[in-house]
């Protein structure tokens, strides 16, 4: 729930042109870091999947199609981990403004151009896959749980969408790869530094919250 003085503060704190231009780079930043995870991590899983021995004859290695779905379901996890930072931090209007920022500069220029066809269907596409799969997460008790293997955490539903729902593809092996990448993803975006960063450009230490371990 969002502290309406702490939204306040936010905005007045933004109408320092200076303040405004600096949060700006950092949110261009973090877009651009989240960008190239996501395509590393396509990358990444394609090129270890691809390395282990085929057991079935519908093990195939992934096209371009496949890898920007990869791409794409990275994203949309990615994003409700940095959704997740915000529940704490009580600050609508800064919630709003990462995502509005982010969603706005990545999703028609990168992974809605990923897909044939009208860029405008293709742009409803990844909307609706970003819904339905942060709807999936929502719920999920913690982001990592145990480990690459917690079968409640969100990044195990997350590789469990990916594979059967995106991919179409029943392969524990590739769950565990898609798994041990998306945290490694993560992991390379330092999403707690970027929220410090945040914190000294408004000179605001209560706004900004690093959650706890057991909610990663």
């Not at 982010?102 to 293709?122: C, H, K, M, W």
């Not at 990044?155 to 593809?169: F, K, P, S, T």
């Amino acid at each position: 729930m969002s502290n309406p003085a702490l939204d306040r503060q936010i905005k007045i704190a933004l109408r320092d042109d200076q303040k405004a231009e600096k949060f700006t780079e950092y949110i261009a930043e973090l877009a651009a870091q989240i960008v190239n995870a996501t395509l590393k991590f396509a990358e990444d899983v394609k090129s270890t999947y691809e390395s282990i021995p085929k057991r079935r004859l519908g093990d195939k290695n992934f096209d371009e199609v496949d890898q920007a779905k990869l791409a794409l379901g990275a994203f949309s996890f990615f994003m409700h981990v940095l959704d997740r930072y915000f529940i704490p931090m009580s600050t609508e209007i800064m919630r709003d403004m990462v995502f509005d920022f982010i969603f706005a500069n990545v999703v028609e220029r990168v992974y809605a151009r990923s897909f044939g066809g009208p860029l405008a269907q293709t742009e409803k596409f990844v909307l609706s896959h970003f819904d339905r799969l942060t709807s999936q997460l929502a719920d999920a008790p913690s982001i990592f749980g145990e480990g690459a293997e917690e079968g409640n955490s969100a990044m195990w539903r997350a590789g469990r969408a990916i594979c059967e729902q995106d991919l179409g593809r029943d392969d524990r092996r590739l769950l565990n790869i898609v798994g041990t990448h998306l945290m490694r993803g993560v992991e390379s975006l330092a999403l707690a530094d970027h929220i410090d960063a945040w914190r000294k450009c408004f000179a605001c230490q209560a706004i900004f919250v690093k959650p706890h371990r057991p909610f990663l």
